[in-house]
């Protein structure tokens, strides 16, 4: 695994992003909003998805390595009050960082993308708890009407986190082989290849580094590439904004048949 933030720094940033989002949960003129990127979920469906999430993944690390996630045994109900269900949200997330910082980030720990580019290691899942609870606080900024871009250091390594956690695997694509790219306006690109031996992802010369930019020229050229920002390119891959926010050039129909796939798993 290749990463931006030490471990120590995610830890930060986890704390940083939980509570930019205990502020917009507590800026909210009701917790009964409707979320516009999650349409299924009011505020609080989202509030109660974060603090249950962040118990389970607390008691998943202090498992260890194990055939399965835990769950948290005895926690209590999200609380409909407002004041309780912030300070709930906040012994929630302590929960998640206290058994991150005791396990450290080398030890192994369950997680679901075994067949990734990702370790199952608790720096991994640290990684990707960020990233989560990153997304999930631009979904309750943008229900309160104040959405904010991803922090620059955060979004760069989750374009990277997205592709070699969630994309990433060994299932063959059942399309003809190609790649995308990814290229933030912050000067870091990605490549994506899709093919029989599956998906893998890889970092790439940013446009214009190289004199002759193979990523992007000639036979080796990618089927599709995506320009923005780091923020962009994240909330773009987690279907928070559309497609026309970005610049995209090639056969843009590639996103669609990558949105459908269902590796084996």
Same mark, same amino acid.
């Given at each position: 695994m290749t990463t931006t933030l030490a471990f120590p720094v995610l830890l930060q940033l986890i704390d940083e992003r939980s509570n930019a989002f205990r502020a917009a949960v507590a800026s909210a003129p009701s917790l009964d909003v409707q979320v516009p990127t999650c349409p299924e979920w009011t505020l609080f469906d989202l509030a109660q998805h974060i603090g249950e999430g962040r118990r389970d993944w607390a008691a998943t690390v202090a498992a260890g390595p194990a055939p399965a996630k835990s769950a948290a045994e005895g !926690?209590?109900?999200?609380?409909?009050?407002?004041?309780?269900?912030?300070?709930?949200?906040?012994?929630?997330?302590? /929960?998640?960082?206290?058994?991150?910082?005791?396990?450290?980030?080398?030890?192994?720990?369950?997680?679901?993308?075994?067949?990734?580019?990702?370790?199952?290691? &608790?720096?991994?899942?640290?990684?990707? /708890?960020?990233q989560q609870i990153t997304v999930h606080t631009y979904d309750a900024q943008i229900t309160v009407g104040a959405p904010?871009?991803?922090?620059?250091?955060?979004?760069?390594?989750?374009?990277?986190?997205?592709?070699?956690? &969630?994309?990433?695997?060994?299932?063959?694509?059942?399309?003809?082989?190609?790649a995308f790219d990814f290229h933030a306006t912050e000067g870091h690109s990605w490549r994506l290849t899709v093919d029989g031996d599956g998906a893998r992802s890889t970092r790439i010369p940013a446009p214009?580094?190289?004199?002759?930019? !193979?990523?992007?020229?000639?036979p080796n050229a990618a089927g599709v590439s995506v320009r923005g920002t780091a923020s962009e390119l994240v909330l773009f891959v987690y279907d928070r904004i559309p497609?026309?926010?970005?610049?995209?050039?090639?056969?843009?129909?590639?996103?669609?048949?990558?949105?459908?796939?269902?590796?084996?798993?």
């Open positions: !926690a209590p109900a999200a609380p409909r009050e407002r004041e309780a269900l912030l300070a709930w949200l906040a012994e929630s997330v302590e /929960q998640l960082l206290d058994a991150l910082r005791k396990a450290g980030p080398d030890r192994g720990c369950w997680t679901w993308w075994g067949a990734s580019q990702s370790p199952q290691t &608790c720096g991994a899942v640290a990684r990707h /708890q960020l904010e871009p991803l922090p620059a250091d955060v979004a760069l390594d989750g374009v990277e986190e997205f592709l070699s956690t &969630c994309v990433a695997t060994t299932s063959a694509w059942p399309h003809k082989p190609t214009g580094t190289t004199p002759v930019a !193979a990523a992007d020229e000639g497609a026309d926010s970005l610049r995209i050039d090639g056969d843009a129909g590639l996103f669609d048949l990558l949105r459908a796939w269902e590796p084996e798993e």
